[in-house]
């Protein structure tokens, strides 16, 4: 059992876009939860980061004129990501359902297979990748930490979301954003 006294802190964070406010602002206020101790503000902001993400990519067509919003939303969940607090799961029963596949919709001006290297300090061949992939497992593993997130089992959503971003949806989105660049800079 934890005793003790939590103090809340705030701290920000930002990105920014030169000469103008933050992107992205953090307010960090901990609490307890299941022993640990877990950033509930943060777990919201990623909560609604990651819905907003899944909301674009199933809810529109990539075109050339979305690019740039896409990438910046998988720039901001990349970051997040990578300040999310460590967290062990709430529950050991919580079972993490298969979700349904994502539709993808690209439009014609856009390839959605690239050439890639998975292993920059291997000396091996490229090897082709696929933006609907790319996009769908990164909804797919976000969806699962929503679900937990939405039922109340905050620890497990954050547990959720760092462990199948260090894993596998964070090299996705590296994977994506070059070859995102490279549409937008054609």
Request: charged share 20%; glycine share 6%.
């Amino acid at each position: 059992m934890l005793v003790g006294e939590i103090q809340q802190t705030t701290i920000m964070i930002g990105i920014f876009k030169p000469g103008s406010q933050p992107i992205q602002q953090y307010h960090y206020k901990s609490a307890f939860s299941g022993g640990l101790i877990v950033d509930k503000d943060k777990a919201t902001e990623f909560y609604e980061l990651a819905n907003e993400y899944c909301r674009f990519i199933v809810g529109n067509e990539i075109t050339a004129d979305s690019v740039s919003h896409l990438m910046e939303l998988l720039m901001k969940l990349y970051f997040s990501a990578m300040y999310l607090p460590e967290a062990e799961p709430e529950t050991i029963d919580s079972s993490l359902v298969p979700l349904e596949s994502v539709q993808i919709r690209l439009s014609n001006h856009i390839s959605p297979v690239y050439w890639e290297v998975f292993d920059p300090y291997v000396e091996e061949e490229p090897v082709c990748g696929d933006l609907t992939d790319d996009f769908s497992d990164i909804a797919g593993n976000l969806r699962n930490g929503m679900k937990e997130y939405e039922a109340g089992r905050v620890g497990n959503a954050v547990f959720e979301w760092k462990l199948s971003f260090n894993s596998h949806w964070g090299q996705h989105v590296v994977d994506a954003l070059r070859a995102l660049h490279a549409v937008r800079c054609r």
